[in-house]
């Protein structure tokens, strides 16, 4: 944890060499700005984000120039991923938006197990919720 975030990490199980990793992480001072990801690594091969899920953290540019300007989205690789693995370290570049009830972060973690076919636990879901409600927007002050 970093005093700007709040984070966790779960490993997965799978059959395939190397290891899958779901993470969370959230912005203390406002809570629709997360993360949410699943990371592949292969010792020797490196880590590839290979899909994230995010809140609001503004604009994002595509690398074809189009743009999102706001709101909750995934991050993917442009298809078809299999035809050329991702170099060790690359990132999930493209960006679609998603429906405005994914802002939450807790509406968004069940978004996110669908698109990766995850089963979450109630242990897990309770510690989703957990870190949406510690985390809170800062007031902006008195205005009058």
């Known amino acids: 944890e970093s005093p700007e975030n709040l984070r966790f990490d779960i490993a997965l199980s799978s059959g395939l060499e190397g290891q899958f990793f779901v993470f969370v992480r959230v912005l203390r001072a406002l809570n629709e700005s997360f993360s949410i990801g699943l990371r592949y690594e292969l010792g020797g091969f490196g880590n590839v984000v290979l899909l994230r899920v995010n809140g609001d953290h503004g604009g994002h540019r595509n690398p074809d120039g189009g743009f999102i300007r706001e709101g909750p989205h995934i991050h993917t690789f442009r298809p078809p991923l299999r035809d050329k693995p991702p170099r060790a370290g690359a990132e999930a570049r493209w960006a679609w938006p998603l429906p405005a ?9 069940r978004a996110f197990c669908q698109l990766v076919s995850l089963t979450s636990t109630a242990k897990v879901d309770k510690k989703i919720a957990r870190l949406y409600t510690s985390t809170a927007q800062l007031p902006l002050g008195n205005f009058s």
Do not use: G, K, Q, V
């Open 101 to 109: 009830e994914h802002l939450a972060l807790p509406t968004a973690w």
